[in-house]
């Protein structure tokens, strides 16, 4: 199989036979034959518009709790407040996407191609080393930890890192497995 970018890794296979299969909702979700190299390229674009979407309002939300983490006087309400039209626009974007599928895989036929769960693990070992994906998570548990250390207002967003990080570690753990095929 050729080498795929890693979003199109994560959204289309091609059978034994060279069809191409999409899964609008990732490789654990039901998929659908594409009719031709067009069809890929609307699919394609429309997955990188819902990641490059939340990508966007990813930074967007962090620009709007900045001035929570340069104050010590915040809530529950106020960090509620600022999530908000971020959360909102968030959902915009995931219902956006799901009437385009819904219209877009109307009259394609569902496949019966199914990915397991060690494929996708290999998959993900092959693109993101599992040696990498702990040493991300060591340094973001480490960096957040010196946040809580340096602001202690911002606890909650170096709670988040600490937690982010050891996921981070266990799933590292979960690759390394998937690689060497135990």
Known sequence: ????????????????????????????????QLADQGARKKASRAASMLFSSAIGIGTWT??????????????????LWVLFA????????????????????????????????????RDAAELAGPRKV???GVSLSGLSAFLIWLEPHAWWLGSIGIALGLGALFWSHLLE????GQ
């Open 1 to 32: 199989m050729a080498q795929q970018p890693p979003i199109e890794r994560a959204f289309f296979r091609e059978t034994e036979d060279g069809a191409t299969v999409f899964f609008p909702w990732g490789l654990t979700h039901r998929g659908y």
């Open 62 to 79: 962090a620009y709007r709790l900045q001035p929570l983490l340069e104050s010590q006087g915040h809530g529950p309400r106020e960090i």
């Open 86 to 121: 971020p959360g909102a626009a968030l959902l915009l974007v995931v219902l956006s996407y799901w009437a385009w599928v819904s219209r877009f895989v109307e009259g394609l036929p569902e496949s019966d191609l199914k990915i397991s769960r060690e494929q996708r693990l």
């Open 134 to 136: 702990a040493l991300v």
């Open 177 to 180: 497995r998937a690689a060497t």
